[in-house]
């Protein structure tokens, strides 16, 4: 169904018609209308089109202001400056529009959904197994999670890719050790269970505890790959079963790819986000498909044999000697790693999931890794003009010092450990602030809160900068904060129930209405967001939308300072202005969800 059209949207037809019935040869020319200080709108467009045309622009510009059609939509327009347009919008038709989207039963706040969807795949949050989570790998999964919202509330199709890191020689040593010393991934009290739960044994608990086993395993299997020769050769043989496929390795290796999900998981859900177990399609799940990779490669002639390793060769990329460095698809005693594992994901995500995008939320480090790869399937001619690649790449998180977050003793910090922090800081801020909270209340709002500050601090900086991980921050009440948006939000739904308690009538729009300053500006913002969300989809930048909603915030801000909301002068202006409360409260609300982000009703 057709969604309720934007005022920015009607006045760029306005403006259209007006210009191509000026300038017949203008038809179709985009007359870049943008929101400014100066005037609710202005129209930047007329400069290139007369320089097109060899005429003087603020003589096109004063010919174009003649045919704007004013009265409903807008009020009035003038030429200013070289040859810009400024345009007032009509009070009437800022409520009017609002009233509209408000009644729009879809929910969806004028945002349309795509006529022609295409399918992305998109590869992110994707740990590595047996390992830790850290910082990147927060990053990975808050940008991608907030995109695969974006991307599906604009309606394309998404298909998730956790691409973990379950293959690779180090588990021949884990495994190696694993079979030499089979109690270690055991867990809990089971001795005194008694043996009819001899069964269970080997099921976690807790993420915690799974990762607990799991990092103390492999720092024991380093140790011994270290210091022992003899188990280094049998951890090497490990390897080779492992890769031949022989079952109670395979078997093995499956144990530590459980257990790692088990922390996995719980990590995910601490983050408050939906990771699916058919959307984990790791490393191991290309395997099958690495040899004929490098047959393709080959025979193509994209890839060449080079000292016995299977490269491909690129002019503009060199090592510090000058030397030409290569992708290696294949080393030269066999062995296949990384990249023939990202080919191999390339040809199924085309011509198996029939993806037309392809994109990868990854570490900016790995930027070369992807150039190469993505240049090594175009030459192939896996991805070409219809179906595009690209890396949006994320910056380091830093410590307040600036440097790459570490502890006191220079070790990554642990991702769970960071996150429990934010929840205990965030749950003092919600105590202080409380006033009818429960204990049990406080919790889950400390959560909704702490994490949503984590990822708003990483959501609302553009990607590609690295930004300071800084709790005293995320958690403040003023400034660029969750905290701040969502306390905005509650305040807004405690009015509204005020009012519904008080016995005000629902929330109702009156266009005929003349509004304040702090009105229009607050009720042509909230009109913006559906165009902030095609935008922030389109361009892969959440950030984009973040700063949207922290705007949104400040103007309700300013609004509430100036114009009272139940004590207003007329019984139509109460509830016009709960209507504006109530449109701002939903606009924030799907907003902090596109983000994933909570905003609970009462703080
Ligand atoms: N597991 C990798 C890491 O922790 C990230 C994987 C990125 N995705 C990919 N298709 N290579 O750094």
Known sequence: MASVTSLSDSVQQHLASALSATLPEAAGADPLLRRSDRADFQANGILALAKKAKANPRELAARVVERVTTGDVIEGVEVSGPGFLNLTIADRAITGTLAARYADETGRLGVPLAGHPGTTVIDYAQPNVAKEMHVGHLRSAVIGDAVVRMLEFTGENVVRRHHIGDWGTQFGMLIQYLDEHPHELDHGSHGDHGDQHGDQEDIAVSGEEAMSNLDRLYKAARRLFDADEEFKTRARRRVVDLQAGEPQTLAMWQKFVDESKIYFFSVFE??????????????????????ETCRLLEESG???????ALCVFFDDIKGPDGNPVPLIVQKSDGGYGYAATDLSAIRDRVFHLKADTLLYVVDARQALHFRMVFETARRAGWLNDDVTAAQLAFGTVLGKDGKPFKTREGETVRLVDLLDEAIERASAVVREKARDLSEAE??????????????YADLSTSANRDYKFDLDQMVSLNGDTSVYLQYAYARIRSILRKAGEAGQAAPVAHPELELTEAERALGLHADAFAETVREAAAEYAPHK???YLYQLASLYTTFYDKCPVLKAETPAQVENRLFLCDVTARTLHQGMALLGIRTPEKL
């Open 545 to 547: 939308l973040a700063a």
């Open 270 to 291: 601490k983050l408050d986000m939906e990771v699916r177990d058919p959307d984990i399609v790791g490393e191991s799940g290309y395997n099958d498909m690495l040899a």
């Open 302 to 308: 994209v890839a060449v044999r080079s000292e016995g």
């Open 442 to 455: 406080i919790a889950e709002r400390g959560a909704q809160v702490g994490i949503g500050a984590v990822k």
